[in-house]
Structure formats: structure tokens, C-alpha cells
């Protein structure tokens, strides 16, 4: 079983920037594809942001050239930093654990986009 424990999120002026952090409970966290999702109110979970054992990143394209994923294993955590944030930003952010058929979330962090 994997716990992960989002933090970072508030409130921020359009153009801000927001880092978000997600640790993980789990002895192997170097295994586990690592991701951030995001969901508005009234909209599906999105993929925001992915990062794999091998440090490929993949992103939304939304968020390209604004938004960075990172990880640092030997503290079980993965970083979303969000920079020139926009009002569309606004949203949940989820963490996501994944290896093989093993998928967790943690619990979300809100991030609210608005002057």
C-alpha cells in the first residue's frame, strides 16, 4: 500500500507560480511512474504532468513551458513547479503512483488561480 500526502496549494494572482509536492509512504518509491492530474469542478480528471523511473516527463499541452515535474527519490517525493499560472489553472491537483497494475492517489491539494 502507497500513502501520498499532497501539499503546496493555495491561493495565487494570475501569473504566480505554485510549487506543489507529493510524499510518498512506500520503501521503493524509485520504482513507481510518478504523476500529477488535475480536475475542475464540473470536468474529468486530466493528466497534467508524468515523470517515469527514467525521468521522462510528459505534459499536457496546456501546460508546456509553464508547469515542471520532478523527483527526488531519496526523499519519496515528486515536485510540480507552476509558474505564470492562469485563471484555467484553477482546479484539484492529484498525485499519482503507478507500477505495472498498482495505481494510487493521494488526496489532492486545491489550487485556486484568481486576482
Known amino acids: 500500500q502507497v500513502q501520498l500526502v499532497e501539499s503546496g496549494g493555495g491561493l495565487v494572482q494570475p501569473g504566480g507560480s505554485l510549487r506543489l509536492s507529493c510524499v510518498a509512504s512506500?520503501?521503493?518509491?524509485?520504482?513507481?511512474?510518478m504523476g500529477w492530474y488535475r480536475q475542475a469542478p464540473g470536468k474529468q480528471r486530466e493528466l497534467v504532468a508524468t515523470?517515469?523511473?527514467?525521468?521522462?516527463?510528459n505534459y499536457a499541452d496546456s501546460v508546456k513551458g509553464r508547469f515542471t515535474i520532478s523527483r527526488d527519490n531519496p526523499k519519496n517525493t515528486v515536485y510540480l513547479q507552476m509558474n505564470i499560472l492562469k485563471p484555467e489553472d484553477t482546479a484539484v491537483y492529484y498525485c499519482?503512483?503507478?507500477?505495472?497494475?498498482?495505481?494510487?492517489w493521494g488526496q489532492g491539494t486545491q489550487v485556486t488561480v484568481s486576482s
Open positions: 499519482n503512483a503507478n507500477f505495472y497494475d498498482r495505481i494510487y
Open positions: 512506500v520503501l521503493s518509491f524509485r520504482i513507481y511512474n
Open positions: 515523470i517515469s523511473t527514467a525521468l521522462t516527463t
